[in-house]
C-alpha cells in the first residue's frame, strides 16, 4: 500500500507542467539521437546533462530529461537498425537479423510499428517490475560476483552459437573474431599495451563505433553499391504503416517472455542490453523451433530483441537508485549528473529523495506512453527514408558514419580503420559470416576477461572459484545447454523425418 501511494505522489511531481513538456522534449531528442548510428543513449545523455545543469533545472526535472532521452534512444535504435541494417547501438545489433529482411520484404512500416509496440511492452513490464520488486531484486543483484558475471558471460556467448544454427563455425570465428579486437589496447590490469604495434592511437583501444559503422554501414554500403544495377537492389516498397491484430497476436508471448528476461538481466550491474538481446533472440529462436524463419524476416525475431534491450534500460535504473551502482554506461552518467546536485544515490535515496525517486519512475511510465504515440505516427516518415534513390542515400549514409567516427577522437585514424572494417565486413558477410557475433564477442570481450582476472585473483588463480556458488553452477549448465542440445535436437530430428519417409 504504501507503494502505491509513493507511485501516486510520484505522478503528481511527473505531470506538472514542466516536468510533462521536459519528458516528450526527451523522448523526442532521445528518438532522434538513437537513430543516428552510434550515437547512442550515452551519447545523448552525455550531451543534455550538462545543458540541463546550465539550465538549473530542479534535480527531479533532470533526471526526468534524462531518463526520457535514455528510454527514447532505445526506441531510436529500432530505426537505422530494420531500414538500413545499421544498428544505432550495441543493443540493437539483434534488431537487424529479423528487421531489415522484413524491410527488404516490403514491410518496413509493419517491423517499425511492431517494433515500437514491443519496445512499449518491454518498457512498461520492467517499470512494473521497478515498482513491486526493486529492493528484492537489488539484494539478488548483490550475490553476483566475478565469477558469477564472468559465468554469465559464457552464457551469453553460447546463446551467440544458436544465432547461426546450421554454421556455428562462422559464428564462432566472428565472436573470436570480436573477442580479439577487445584485447588491443591498455591493459586496465597490468598498465601494458596490448597488441597496438607501437601505435598510439590505439593505446585506448579501438572504439565500439569504429567497429559497428565499418562492419554494418560501411559493408552495407559496399553491398548496396555492388547491387546498384541488379534485381536485388534497394527496398523501395514499404507496405503497409500499422502492423495488425494476428501479428500482434502472433508475436504477444514472446514479446512477455522476452520483456521478462530483459529485466531480469538489466537488474544485473554492467550486463546490459547487448546480453538481454542476444539472450532473448537466442530462446525465441529456440522455441520457435523448425516452425520460425529466424533471420529471414521473422516478427518473433524482431519483437524479442526490441522488448528486451528496453526491459534492460528500464531495469538498469534499479541497482542504481537501490545500490548506487550504474546498472549501464548510460546511468553511470545519470549518476554522475546527481552528483551535479549532490545526491548520491544509494538504499537511503528513497527516504531522502522520495520525489525525486517516484517521480523518475512515474516518468518512465509517461515517457514509453509519449513515445509510443510519437513513434507510431511517424512510422510513414521513416518508411521515406527507403525511397531515397541510392545516389542520395549512400552519400548521406557515408557522411553521417564519417561524422560519428570522427567525432570519438577527431582523427583520420579512425576514419581509416572504419574504411578497413568495412571492407573486412563486407568480404566476411559475402562468406556468410554474421556480424552479430562479431559485434558481441567485441563489446562483451572486455567484461569477460576483467571478471575472470578479478575472479582468479581472489584465489591465487584457482580455476574452482568459476564453479563454486549455485548461480555459477546453474548458469554453466544453461550455457552447456545451449551448446549441446540444439545439434542433438537437430539430430534427431532429421533421423525421425529419415524414418518417416522410410
Known amino acids: 500500500m504504501d507503494t502505491l501511494q509513493h507511485l501516486f505522489a510520484g505522478f503528481v511531481v511527473a505531470l506538472s507542467l514542466q516536468n510533462?513538456?521536459?519528458a516528450a522534449l526527451g523522448a523526442f531528442l532521445g528518438t532522434v539521437v538513437g537513430m543516428l548510428p552510434g550515437l547512442g543513449p550515452i551519447n545523448g545523455?552525455?550531451?543534455?546533462?550538462?545543458?540541463?545543469?546550465?539550465?538549473?533545472?530542479?534535480?527531479?526535472?533532470?533526471?526526468?530529461?534524462?531518463?526520457?532521452?535514455?528510454?527514447?534512444?532505445?526506441?531510436?535504435?529500432?530505426?537505422?537498425?530494420?531500414?538500413?541494417?545499421?544498428?544505432?547501438?550495441?543493443?540493437?545489433?539483434?534488431?537487424?537479423l529479423d528487421g531489415y529482411p522484413l524491410a527488404r520484404k516490403g514491410k518496413g512500416g509493419v517491423a517499425l510499428s511492431l517494433s515500437?509496440?514491443?519496445?512499449?511492452?518491454?518498457?512498461?513490464?520492467?517499470?512494473?517490475?521497478?515498482?513491486?520488486?526493486?529492493?528484492?531484486?537489488?539484494?539478488?543483484?548483490?550475490?553476483?560476483?566475478?565469477?558469477?558475471?564472468?559465468?554469465?558471460?559464457?552464457?551469453?556467448?553460447?546463446?551467440?552459437?544458436?544465432?547461426?544454427?546450421?554454421?556455428?563455425?562462422?559464428?564462432?570465428?566472428?565472436?573470436?573474431i570480436g573477442l580479439s579486437l577487445s584485447t588491443i589496447g591498455l591493459d586496465s590490469n597490468s598498465g601494458v599495451y596490448r597488441f597496438t604495434g607501437g601505435d598510439v592511437h590505439l593505446s585506448d583501444g579501438i572504439q565500439f563505433i569504429v567497429v559497428v559503422i565499418g562492419v554494418f554501414s560501411i559493408s552495407e554500403i559496399l553491398l548496396m553499391l555492388e547491387h546498384q544495377f541488379s534485381s536485388a537492389g534497394m527496398i523501395k516498397k514499404t507496405g503497409r504503416n500499422l502492423f495488425n491484430w494476428v501479428?500482434?497476436?502472433?508475436?504477444?508471448?514472446?514479446?512477455?517472455?522476452?520483456?521478462?528476461?530483459?529485466?531480469?538481466?538489466?537488474?544485473?550491474?554492467?550486463?546490459g542490453a547487448t546480453i538481454a538481446s542476444a539472450m532473448t533472440y537466442s530462446m525465441e529462436k529456440r522455441i520457435a523451433g523448425d516452425s520460425g524463419t529466424f533471420?529471414?524476416?521473422d516478427l518473433r525475431g524482431l519483437a524479442a530483441p526490441e522488448a528486451a534491450n528496453n526491459a534492460s534500460a528500464a531495469g538498469s535504473f534499479v541497482p542504481m537508485l537501490t545500490l548506487g551502482v550504474p546498472g549501464s554506461g548510460t546511468t553511470a552518467v545519470m549518476v554522475g549528473a546527481l552528483s551535479l546536485y549532490n545526491i548520491t544515490p544509494g538504499p537511503a535515496l528513497f527516504t531522502q529523495q522520495p520525489g525525486l525517486v517516484w517521480g523518475l519512475i512515474a516518468s518512465l511510465f509517461i515517457a514509453n506512453v509519449m513515445l509510443l504515440f510519437i513513434n507510431i505516427p511517424l512510422v510513414g516518415v521513416f518508411t521515406k527514408v527507403l525511397q531515397v534513390p541510392n545516389w542520395m542515400l549512400v552519400p548521406a549514409i557515408l557522411a553521417v558514419s564519417t561524422v560519428g567516427?570522427?567525432?570519438?577522437?577527431?582523427?583520420?585514424?579512425?576514419?581509416?580503420?572504419?574504411?578497413?572494417?568495412?571492407?573486412?565486413?563486407?568480404?566476411?558477410?559475402?562468406?556468410?559470416?554474421?556480424?552479430?557475433?562479431?559485434?558481441?564477442?567485441?563489446?562483451?570481450?572486455?567484461?569477460?576477461?576483467q571478471n575472470l582476472r578479478r575472479a582468479l585473483s581472489i584465489t591465487n588463480g584457482e580455476f574452482g572459484i568459476?564453479?563454486?556458488?549455485?548461480?555459477?553452477i546453474g548458469l554453466w549448465i544453461c550455457a552447456a545447454a545451449m551448446v549441446i542440445l540444439p545439434p542433438v535436437i537437430r539430430n534427431l530430428s532429421k533421423l525421425t523425418s529419415r524414418n518417416q519417409t522410410s
Not at 550475490?143 to 547461426?164: H, N, R, S
Not at 514479446?255 to 550491474?269: E, H, I, K, Q
Request: glycine share 10%.
Open 295 to 297: 533471420g529471414e524476416g
Open 466 to 472: 568459476l564453479f563454486e556458488s549455485p548461480i555459477s
Open 20 to 22: 510533462l513538456l521536459v
Open 405 to 449: 567516427v570522427y567525432a570519438v577522437h577527431a582523427t583520420t585514424f579512425d576514419l581509416m580503420l572504419m574504411a578497413g572494417f568495412g571492407l573486412v565486413g563486407y568480404l566476411l558477410r559475402k562468406q556468410g559470416v554474421p556480424m552479430a557475433p562479431l559485434i558481441l564477442g567485441f563489446v562483451l570481450g572486455d567484461m569477460m576477461e
Open 247 to 271: 501479428e500482434m497476436k502472433f508475436t504477444w508471448w514472446a514479446t512477455l517472455r522476452s520483456s521478462l528476461v530483459g529485466f531480469v538481466v538489466g537488474v544485473l550491474p554492467g550486463a
Open 45 to 96: 545523455v552525455a550531451i543534455l546533462m550538462p545543458l540541463a545543469f546550465a539550465l538549473k533545472l530542479p534535480p527531479e526535472t533532470a533526471l526526468i530529461l534524462l531518463a526520457a532521452v535514455y528510454v527514447g534512444c532505445e526506441y531510436g535504435g529500432r530505426i537505422s537498425s530494420i531500414l538500413l541494417n545499421v544498428p544505432g547501438d550495441a543493443g540493437a545489433i539483434m534488431t537487424t
Open 116 to 176: 515500437a509496440w514491443s519496445s512499449f511492452v518491454g518498457s512498461i513490464v520492467a517499470t512494473i517490475g521497478i515498482v513491486a520488486f526493486a529492493p528484492l531484486l537489488a539484494r539478488w543483484a548483490l550475490a553476483f560476483g566475478p565469477a558469477e558475471y564472468f559465468a554469465l558471460m559464457c552464457f551469453a556467448f553460447a546463446c551467440i552459437a544458436g544465432l547461426m544454427g546450421d554454421a556455428p563455425m562462422k559464428a564462432a570465428l566472428a565472436a573470436v
